[in-house]
């Protein structure tokens, strides 16, 4: 595998499921981003993961739990979800630093999610 | 706050013509970069050209180029000599200088471009 990947690329579930979307860089990156991506919006930025801290979109439900085990794993837990949260979530990684004027974000597929 | 504008839901152009699409942006930052990101219908976003905003010139890759009008705070993306495969989504996108968490992109809501053949 290269670059950025996600799992699944397809999820349906329930209000009251509970499901995890896995995203995974194998570029040797230390950030790691979660957008959601509905139609007609900007991309969202959800959550990111970067030199060791986490930050994260404070207008974000609580119902998105983010995970990062290490560096190269990102998580994105739902529960409760609702119909309006059905979008295209897209993990995205980096190279990140302090003193790096530049970090270019690299793109996993997406997973798309539709909530009944 | 930063914000993008992309003025132009959709835009379509001819194949082997040339195209151009808008984007501005507000912010009371001097150092920033800016980005033009592309989501073919498979979905995956991928970068197309980037700008740091304390270089005058124009970026430019292949047949892609920016006009990038810092006082005006304007970045047009212009495709030239349009191909097939440059139909896609584009999203215009703005960062601040550094990384950690001043680092995030802010994006437009993008602009759709198809290619007639």
């Known amino acids: 595998e290269t670059g950025v990947t996600q799992t699944p690329r397809h999820l349906v579930m329930g209000m009251t499921n509970k499901k995890s979307l896995k995203c995974e860089q194998h570029?040797?990156?230390?950030?790691m981003y979660w957008y959601k991506q509905s139609a007609k919006k900007p991309l969202e930025l959800m959550f990111v993961y970067s030199l060791e801290e986490r930050v994260e979109n404070n207008s974000v439900p609580s119902r998105f739990s983010p995970e990062c085990p290490n560096s190269s794993h990102l998580f994105l837990h739902l529960h409760t979800l609702q119909p309006e949260d059905s979008a295209l979530y897209l993990c995205?990684?980096?190279?990140?630093?302090?003193?790096?004027?530049?970090?270019?974000?690299?793109f996993g597929p997406g997973t798309r999610l539709t909530v009944l | 706050a930063q914000t993008v504008t992309q003025s132009q839901p959709e835009m379509s152009v001819q194949e082997a013509e040339t195209v151009t699409l808008s984007c501005t942006y507000d912010?009371?930052?001097?150092?920033?970069?800016l980005f033009w990101y592309k989501q073919p219908p498979s979905r995956q976003m991928i970068l197309v050209i980037r700008?740091?905003?304390?270089?005058?010139q124009n970026a430019t890759e292949n047949r892609f180029s920016v006009n990038f009008q810092k006082a005006a705070k304007s970045f047009s993306l212009k495709i030239s000599d349009s191909q097939l495969g440059d139909a896609a989504m584009y999203f215009c996108?703005?960062?601040?200088?550094?990384?950690?968490?001043?680092?995030?992109?802010?994006f437009g809501k993008g602009t759709k471009l198809s290619v007639k053949p």
């Open positions: 912010t009371s930052e001097s150092d920033y970069y």
């Open positions: 996108a703005y960062r601040r200088g550094f990384g950690g968490s001043q680092g995030n992109l802010i």
């Open positions: 700008q740091e905003a304390y270089k005058q």
């Open positions: 570029l040797g990156h230390n950030a």
């Open positions: 995205a990684s980096s190279q990140d630093s302090k003193r790096s004027a530049y970090n270019e974000q690299f």
